[in-house]
T-cell receptor
Framework: EDQVTQSPEALRLQEGESSSLNCSYT??????LFWYRQDPGKGPEFLFT???AGEEKEKERLKATLTKKESFLHITAPKPEDSATYLC??????????????FGKGTKLSVKP | ETGVTQTPRHLVMGMTNKKSLKCEQH?????MYWYKQSAKKPLELMFV???????ENNSVPSRFSPECPNSSHLFLHLHTLQPEDSALYLC????????????FGPGTRLLVL
């Protein structure tokens, strides 16, 4: 069964304290792995898509990496405005959920000034 | 107006009411999606429409009835809902087979009394 597990559930950082969020996945042939940011009461905002192991993408203080079993979202020198819930999703080539996004529960990040 | 819009943003309804949620996308994508987001749970895919044809119904109760009159508009008709249906309902648009990325609207926060 295709599934996504994100850890930790919640993460509290001080401003400037770098850290990483983890997304572990089991999927029948990875078609793509997606990271989204979601602010309270709003829809998810697209951040990155990764397609193959070894791939990396960066945007401002965020860097996403991918291996065959997991993805990391590295946050360098975070600021309070980076506080949000970060969602990971995978898309499979095969199986009953083929083509659909399967989401994890998310990691709620709080960055204190 | 750009992106994906949803109306209303907030909705309170009784269990005997009938209401509809509306989604409109200005991205020119061919597929539209309805998701349900409940606290402490991953996003749950409800329905998928591709080129106005329903391609996925993820075992959703019949009290939820989708409608896709064209590739830019998507509706979710609600009737005789239960309190456990209270959630954030998200619409997304995407291009399966192309970039695969789904872009989300701001959601409708639904409360069923």
């Amino acid at each position: 069964e295709d599934q996504v597990t994100q850890s930790p559930e919640a993460l509290r950082l001080q401003e400037g304290e770098s850290s990483s969020l983890n997304c572990s996945y089991t999927v029948s042939g990875l078609r793509g792995l997606f990271w989204y940011r979601q602010d309270p009461g709003k829809g998810p905002e697209f951040l990155f898509t990764l397609y193959s192991a070894g791939e990396e993408k960066e945007k401002e203080r965020l860097k996403a990496t991918l291996t065959k079993k997991e993805s990391f979202l590295h946050i360098t020198a975070p600021k309070p405005e980076d506080s949000a819930t970060y969602l990971c999703a995978v898309q499979a080539h095969y199986g009953g959920s083929q083509g659909n996004l399967i989401f994890g529960k998310g990691t709620k990040l709080s960055v204190k000034p | 107006e750009t992106g994906v819009t949803q109306t209303p943003r907030h909705l309170v309804m009784g269990m005997t009411n009938k209401k509809s949620l509306k989604c409109e996308q200005h991205l020119g994508h061919n597929a539209m999606y309805w998701y349900k987001q409940s606290a402490k749970k991953p996003l749950e895919l409800m329905f998928v429409y591709n080129f106005k044809e329903q391609t996925e119904n993820n075992s959703v109760p019949s009290r939820f009835s989708p409608e896709c009159p064209n590739s830019s508009h998507l509706f979710l008709h609600l009737h005789t809902l239960q309190p456990e249906d209270s959630a954030l309902y998200l619409c997304a648009a995407g291009d399966p087979g192309a970039s695969e990325t789904q872009y989300f609207g701001p959601g409708t926060r639904l409360l069923v009394l």
